[in-house]
């Protein structure tokens, strides 16, 4: 019997809330039928993506995107299913929101919130950075989280380790594009070597609004993958964790690096105001 049964779901994150919705209800019945523990969103997911999906925050409406996070917790409540959502946190009218990653319970609580420590420059036109990791032990398993443009830094990963993670769930927006670019290979390449550089795991999901650059994939620590959907097509993966090797493979890191001290863990401006230093504060 597997510890934690992972659901990771990609579909197409648009500007419309509403509609964000609806497909992640769909994903809640569907990993609940998968036998599934926990339920995985990918980046903004429920909000959309500021910068791709919509041009501002101004006149967003922020009651309505807390009215479906409330549904949704419900919901999670209901079925009995933790659910990492992925969503925008406000803060308030001067301050930019964050990019977040919400841990819900299966009673429908936060229990906590990861806010996008590493912003790229687009995100700064719209977000607040995060400067706080999240570890969670979750039916044996000590999970952490990390949203897209953290993978491009090596000590994100390790600061996890060293926290005690053996599973990341890394939530990503690589869609909505014109065409082909770098995202095609770079993120299918970077999320296992952070795994086989640390001894880890990862669920790597994605947004499959057309054009995106990858399907959600498991990554394995010897820099396999375990499994991965199509792109540009709404699915849903199932995994089951502890998880072993490919066969065949091996652990090759046996000594990684350590963070060091006073290592800046976020690119961007985070800010000190209390609803983002609170990781259990409501939406």
């Excluded at 039916?139 to 060293?162: S, T």
């Amino acid at each position: 019997m597997a510890h934690l049964r992972v659901a990771s779901c990609q579909f197409p994150v648009s500007h419309d809330i509403r509609r964000n919705a609806q497909y992640i209800r769909t994903y809640l019945q569907r990993a609940t039928q998968a036998g599934a523990h926990l339920l995985h969103t990918s980046e903004a997911s429920l909000s959309g993506y500021a910068g791709t999906d919509f041009t501002t925050f101004e006149g967003y409406d922020w009651a309505l995107l807390r009215a479906e996070t409330a549904r949704l917790r419900e919901l999670a409540k209901k079925l009995g299913l933790w659910l990492v959502l992925g969503s925008a946190h406000y803060l308030d009218a001067q301050t930019p929101p964050t990019n977040c990653l919400y841990l819900i319970n299966p009673q429908g609580d936060i229990v906590d919130r990861y806010d996008k420590c590493f912003c790229t420059k687009g995100d700064q036109r719209f977000y607040s950075a995060g400067n706080r990791l999240v570890t969670h032990i979750i039916r044996d398993i000590p999970i952490g989280l990390a949203i897209c443009y953290d993978v491009c830094y090596p000590q994100l990963y390790a600061a996890y380790r060293e926290r005690g993670a053996q599973v990341m769930l890394h939530s990503f927006y690589n869609a909505h594009d014109k065409g082909p670019n770098c995202l095609d290979v770079l993120n299918v390449r970077q999320v296992p070597t952070r795994c086989a550089d640390n001894g880890m795991w990862a669920v790597a999901n994605n947004s499959s609004y057309l054009y995106s650059h990858w399907g959600s994939f498991v990554a394995r620590p010897d820099a396999t993958i375990a499994q991965r959907l199509p792109m540009n097509r709404a699915g849903m993966l199932v995994h089951d964790f502890p998880d072993g090797l490919s066969e065949g493979g091996w652990i090759h890191n046996y000594l990684p690096m350590r963070v060091a001290e006073g290592e800046a863990m976020y690119f961007g401006t985070p800010s000190q105001h209390p609803r983002q230093m609170d990781g259990r504060v409501e939406p």
